[in-house]
């Protein structure tokens, strides 16, 4: 069954240093997705891309944050100066089709990277 | 915000019994999913039920939804160890290319 990547699982970094998180969401999915969750809390969304362009975007997805597609199968999460907040586990997902009313938008997780800023 | 919300936040329960779990939310939405998320890992989805349906069934679950209420609740029956896990509730919003959005997550915890 085809699955979303993401690596690398877990990342210590220093605070303010920069980290980038790699993802290959389902190979035909079009819609790509980044969560986070602090440790014991909820899933939250950060940001949505389709068609190389950002949809939409959480108010957690600050200057920080950036998302890029660099070639046709990766979908990277960079956060440019890390936070001690910025410790979580980060999610990528990709769906083959966004919201609406003729859409059901059924997300496919990665496994995870587990952030750990010191 | 619009979110979903479940309840309660944990439930602890025998082999075998049935587990329930709800959840509420705030706008009106096209259609409402349950995830499960074993411990350290990703979500996986359950199960979909839309805005004009009221109940849905996948095997042991049983999802229904009342939008009058702003809510759904999801039966696990005669659960089983490996079903513990939590539990999350995402809605999307009555809006083309918006995402889903999780609420807090029942934790449930089956011993044999």
């Known amino acids: 069954e085809p699955e979303v990547t993401q690596t690398p699982s877990h990342q210590v970094t220093q605070m303010g240093q920069e980290v980038i998180l790699r993802c290959v969401p389902i190979?035909?999915?079009?819609?790509f997705y980044w969560y986070r969750q602090i440790l014991g809390q909820k899933v939250e969304f950060l940001v949505s891309?389709?068609?190389?362009?950002?949809?939409?975007k959480s108010e957690i997805f600050d200057d920080q944050f950036s998302v890029e597609r660099p070639d046709g199968s990766n979908f990277t999460l960079k956060i440019r100066s890390t936070k001690l907040e910025d410790s979580a586990m980060y999610f990528c997902?990709?769906?083959?089709?966004?919201?609406?009313?003729?859409?059901?938008?059924?997300?496919?997780f990665g496994a995870g990277s587990r952030l750990t800023v010191l | 915000s619009q979110q979903g919300e479940e309840d309660p936040q944990a439930l602890s329960i025998q082999e075998g019994e049935n587990a329930t779990m709800n959840c509420s939310y705030k706008?009106?939405?096209?259609?409402l999913q349950w995830y499960r998320q074993n411990s350290g890992r990703g979500l996986v989805h359950l199960i979909l039920?839309?805005?004009?349906?009221r109940e849905k069934h996948s095997g042991r679950l049983r999802v229904t939804l009342d939008t009058s209420k702003k809510s759904s609740s999801l039966l696990i029956t005669a659960s089983r160890a490996a079903d513990t896990a939590s539990y999350f509730c995402a809605t999307d919003k009555n809006q083309a290319g918006t995402a889903l959005i999780f609420g807090k997550g029942t934790t449930l915890s089956v011993s044999s």
């Open positions: 190979s035909n999915h079009l819609y």
């Open positions: 039920i839309r805005s004009n349906e």
């Open positions: 706008t009106s939405i096209n259609n």
């Open positions: 891309f389709y068609n190389n362009e950002i949809s939409e």
């Open positions: 997902a990709s769906s083959s089709r966004g919201t609406g009313r003729s859409g059901a938008n059924v997300l496919t």
